[in-house]
């Protein structure tokens, strides 16, 4: 309708009034979140050193979880140092560039996330499923494939989301209910016609969501057929300690996500919590549940402390 040549939005910045924190509460709120996002950075920078520095751990499984913790560094990233910086200077607004740049990253991670999972539940499902061709299937080279195919595939579809939405005018209201730009509340706000949008997030994020969860929901159906044809103690321990973890990152990433959706009354603030789910909490807790689920990072863990203490007393 009002598509001017040059198509320039009118609103030159966005509000972003973030979380409903009761007042005199701000400082109680800054810490926990404060505290909770140094400890998703450190967490996951540990697991990436780790697996950098113990070579036990050169294997494709621990290959994907080092670009899992990356991208769940990434994705908290993108997001809560805006809200911190918010919180603290009392100041809401996010630059109109600010705001499309801060939508594209939170895409672009979010679906990394996504693919990750899938990628790594077909690792679990050939190990598994398939543990005498495992080094041949999962070669290195098939390794780096998935990978890039994530980062590729989750970069073009955060691309055409942020195209698609450049287009849009945005003129009165510029208010977010969210501590960042999402997509839902920005296409709220536009004053041109998002059917082109919807349509596309419909379509594109369907077909995703369906190739993801139907990877993981395959791998694990095929790990429990077989697991119930033979059923024995050790291979029963063997898909657990292998599979406890991710298994564990599914449900909470996805259970999550379920939860906020589905099972929660219609408040308006389904969005601000679901995002606080998925950009504070599961990136928090991936790195732990993956180092107290597992034996070889916490012997990696062990040598490191060993190797830094023996530094120390040769110095």
């Known amino acids: 309708s009002n598509m001017r040549p040059e198509n320039q939005s009118s609103v030159s910045q966005f509000l972003l009034l973030g979380l409903p924190i009761p007042p005199g509460q701000q400082g109680v709120f800054f810490t ?6 140094l400890t998703t950075v450190l967490g996951n920078l540990l697991i990436i050193l780790l697996i950098r520095l113990d070579s036990r751990l050169h294997t494709p499984m621990y290959f994907f979880l080092s670009h899992l913790a990356f991208s769940d560094i990434s994705l908290s990233s993108v997001t809560v140092p805006k809200m911190l910086m918010n919180m603290q200077t009392r100041q809401q607004s996010i630059s109109y560039v600010g705001c499309i740049s801060q939508l594209y990253f939170f895409i672009l991670f979010a679906g990394l996330d996504n693919f990750l999972l ?17 080094t041949t299937i999962m070669r290195e080279g098939l390794c780096v494939l998935l990978v890039a195919g994530s980062w590729v595939l ?12 450049v287009r849009l005018s945005f003129c009165a209201d510029n208010a977010i209910i969210n501590y960042f730009c999402d997509l839902p ?11 082109l949008n919807g349509l596309v997030i419909y379509t594109v994020g369907g077909m995703i969501s369906f190739l993801c969860i139907g990877v993981i929901l395959g ?39 379920a939860g906020v959706y589905f099972f929660s009354s ?50």
């Open 266 to 315: 219609s408040w308006g603030s389904k969005d601000i919590i679901a995002s606080v789910m998925y950009t504070v909490v599961t990136p928090m807790l991936n790195p732990f549940i993956y180092s107290l689920r597992n034996r070889d990072i916490k012997q990696a863990l062990k040598m490191c402390v060993k190797r830094i203490k023996f530094l120390k007393w040769q110095s």
């Open 219 to 257: 791998s694990y159906i095929r790990i429990g057929a077989l697991i119930l044809r033979v059923p024995s103690t050790r291979r029963l321990y063997k898909a657990f300690s292998t599979c406890g973890s991710h298994l564990s990152v599914v449900s909470l990433y996805y259970g999550t996500l």
């Open 185 to 195: 509340a920005l296409l709220k706000l536009s004053c041109s016609d998002t059917f």
């Open 32 to 37: 926990l979140f404060l505290g909770m996002y």
């Open 154 to 165: 989750s970069s073009s579809v955060a691309l055409l989301y942020t195209l698609l939405l």
């Open 118 to 134: 899938a990628v790594m539940a077909y690792d679990r499902y050939v190990a598994i499923c398939q543990p005498l061709h495992y």
